[in-house]
């Protein structure tokens, strides 16, 4: 017998593993089902719960307890049952939630996206474009703080971030101790700037990819371009540190800057240490594989042909990597 359970989500049924949460059972289904999750990040331990844009109806809680949930539930932070049924966008309630949901999120966060560089990646963009009303109800003056710069590389703008928590998990995990995390409660809540000592940490970069809005930004990047001019190219290294496998983005032949790879829920698939991000912009520093999948829904994917001959410079560099492959298979038969 199947130790698994079943679940169904929006009508499609799937066997999960048990202690699986609805979100990562509707993610191993995946498509539109999929409820968004500005906080949660599988690679957090400890992350999800704060946001509650991935809220769903449990309309049958399990074949042993058929009776419904009373209220919505955080998709992230809910654990399947056998038999359990839920809906997301077949529920008009969740639905109207959900951009109740996006309201709030909103209502302290500056409309600055035309000179956010988080524009055109930014999932509280997409949040809202897809849940959000088209005027705010809310008249008080936002909260503002003033930038802080986290070392050379970082800058943190407050006056963005939505308190998912995300850059907290990461500290908390690249670091032996705790030297990060948000300050007072409510409306006074504010990232906390200790995280200037996690800087050192030669993985405190990452911050800014698992950042889902414009509040922790690339210093060596900032206001360089829009990152729908840019190609991104996935290219690795051989790193001591990190993986090595990252993307880069192209302006022309210049690489502007450099990130983690990530998947199709925007999460970053392995972490990149400082030095692949900050410290290698020269296209002759990295080994190029291919242009980088971008989902159509994407601005981004906007002159993003990934069949086009790719750039001279990058034509170049892939025959010159082509030809010393060949010479050493050569050499190596001897
Ligand atoms: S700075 Fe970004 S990652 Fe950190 S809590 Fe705010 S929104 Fe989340
Ligand atoms: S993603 Fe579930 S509460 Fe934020």
Known sequence: MSDKVK???????????????????ARQI?????????????????????????IVKVSKGSEKDPRPMPKLV????????????????????????????????????PLDCPVCDQAGECDL?????????????????????DRIDIGDKIQLH??????????????????????????????????STYIQQAVDNDFSGNVIDVCPVGALTDKTF???????????IDAHRDCPTCSGK?????????VLRVTARKDVYGEVEAFICNTCRFEKKQTSDWVLEQPTHISDASVIASNHYETMQPLPVIQVNLKLQQANKIELEKTSKF
């Not at 599988?42 to 946001?51: F, N, Q």
């Not at 963009?125 to 703080?145: I, S, V």
């Not at 407050?158 to 998912?164: D, G, K, V, Y």
Request: with cysteine.
């Open 158 to 191: 407050m006056n963005r971030c939505i308190l998912c928590y995300r850059c907290v998990f990461l500290a908390d995990q690249i670091t032996e101790q705790r030297v990060h995390g948000v300050l007072n409660r409510g409306d006074h809540s504010e990232i």
């Open 222 to 232: 900032r206001f360089r371009n829009r990152v729908w001019f840019t190609k991104p």
């Open 30 to 54: 995946g498509g539109d089902i999929v409820p968004p999750a500005m906080c949660y990040y599988s690679k957090l331990e400890g992350s999800g719960g704060k946001c509650r844009t991935c």
């Open 246 to 254: 990252v993307t880069l983005w192209y302006k022309g032949e210049n």
């Open 74 to 109: 955080a998709s992230c932070r809910t654990t399947v049952m056998d038999g359990m049924e839920v809906q997301n966008i077949t529920s008009p309630e969740v639905l109207e939630a959900r951009s109740g949901v996006v309201e709030i999120l909103l209502i302290n966060h």
């Open 125 to 145: 963009q997409n949040l809202t474009y897809e849940h959000g009303l088209q005027k705010t109800r809310y008249e008080f003056e936002r909260r503002t703080f």
């Open 7 to 25: 679940v169904t989500i929006d009508g499609i049924t799937v066997e999960v593993e048990p202690g699986t949460s609805i979100l990562n059972a």
